[in-house]
T-cell receptor
Framework: KQEVTQIPAALSVPEGENLVLNCSFTDSAIYNLQWFRQDPGKGLTSLLLIQSSQREQTSGRLNASLDKSSGRSTLYIAASQPGDSATYLCAHGSSNTGKLIFGQGTTLQVKP | GAVVSQHPSRVICKSGTSVKIECRSLDFQATTMFWYRQFPKQSLMLMATSNEGSKATYEQGVEKDKFLINHASLTLSTLTVTSAHPEDSSFYIC??????????FGSGTRLTVV
C-alpha cells in the first residue's frame, strides 16, 4: 500500500523563524510531488510541483526539495509570517494510476 | 494557471433529499476530474475518478448509487449526493489536471444534512 507520511502533525513557531516541513513516501515510482496549502474550510492551493527528475523548486519564500531515492520531500518556509498559518499537504502523483496520494498534513501556526 | 470552480460553496439540505455539486475547469479541458471527501481535521479521501464521456471509477467502499457522478463535457463534472443523510455531511472537493502537470483544486463544498 502506498503511503505518505508528514511530520510533524502540528507546528507552532514565532514569526520570523525559518521552518521545515517533512514528507516521506513509500512509492519508489512516483511521477511527481506536489505541496498544497489549505486554509480552514477552504480548498487546496497548489504551492509547488516537483517532477520526479527534479531536485527542488522555489517560489518566493518557499523551497521544496525532492529526494526520490530516499522517499523524502521537504518544504522550507523562510522568514515565516502569521499569514503562513494553514495546513500544508504533500501528495505524490502515482505513475501507475495518475491519482494523487496525500499525506495527513502539517498544521502550522505562526504567532505574531 | 489552471482554474477550477466549484459550486455551491455551502449547502444545507433536508435528510432524504438530493444535492448536486458542480465542478468546472474554467481555462482548460479536463478529461479526468477527481472527487474527494474530507472529514474534520483529516486529509482528503479520494471518492472517485470522473471520466469525460464514460462511467466514473469509484474507490473501494464508496457507494456509486449514493454518489452519482456525471462528466458530460470536458469542462464540467457533477457529484450528486442522493437521498442524503446526516452522515453524508462533509466537505467535498473536486480537482482537475494531469499527473504530469499537477492538479488544481476547487474551493470545496460544505454539505450539511439536517
Amino acid at each position: 500500500k502506498q503511503e505518505v507520511t508528514q511530520i510533524p502533525a502540528a507546528l507552532s513557531v514565532p514569526e520570523g523563524e525559518n521552518l521545515v516541513l517533512n514528507c516521506s513516501f513509500t512509492d519508489s515510482a512516483i511521477y511527481n510531488l506536489q505541496w498544497f496549502r489549505q486554509d480552514p474550510g477552504k480548498g487546496l492551493t497548489s504551492l509547488l510541483l516537483i517532477q520526479s527528475s527534479q531536485r527542488e523548486q522555489t517560489s518566493g519564500r518557499l523551497n521544496a526539495s525532492l529526494d526520490k531515492s530516499s522517499g523524502r520531500s521537504t518544504l522550507y518556509i523562510a522568514a515565516s509570517q502569521p499569514g503562513d498559518s494553514a495546513t500544508y499537504l504533500c501528495a505524490h502523483g502515482s505513475s501507475n494510476t495518475g491519482k494523487l496520494i496525500f499525506g495527513q498534513g502539517t498544521t502550522l501556526q505562526v504567532k505574531p | 494557471g489552471a482554474v477550477v470552480s466549484q459550486h455551491p460553496s455551502r449547502v444545507i439540505c433536508k435528510s432524504g433529499t438530493s444535492v448536486k455539486i458542480e465542478c468546472r475547469s474554467l481555462d482548460f479541458q479536463a478529461t479526468t476530474m477527481f472527487w474527494y471527501r474530507q472529514f474534520p481535521k483529516q486529509s482528503l479521501m479520494l471518492m472517485a475518478t470522473s471520466n469525460e464521456g464514460s462511467k466514473a471509477t469509484y474507490e473501494q467502499g464508496v457507494e456509486k448509487d449514493k454518489f452519482l457522478i456525471n462528466h458530460a463535457s470536458l469542462t464540467l463534472s457533477t457529484l450528486t449526493v442522493t437521498s442524503a443523510h446526516p452522515e453524508d455531511s462533509s466537505f467535498y472537493i473536486c480537482s482537475a489536471g494531469r499527473v504530469d502537470y499537477g492538479y488544481t483544486f476547487g474551493s470545496g463544498t460544505r454539505l450539511t444534512v439536517v
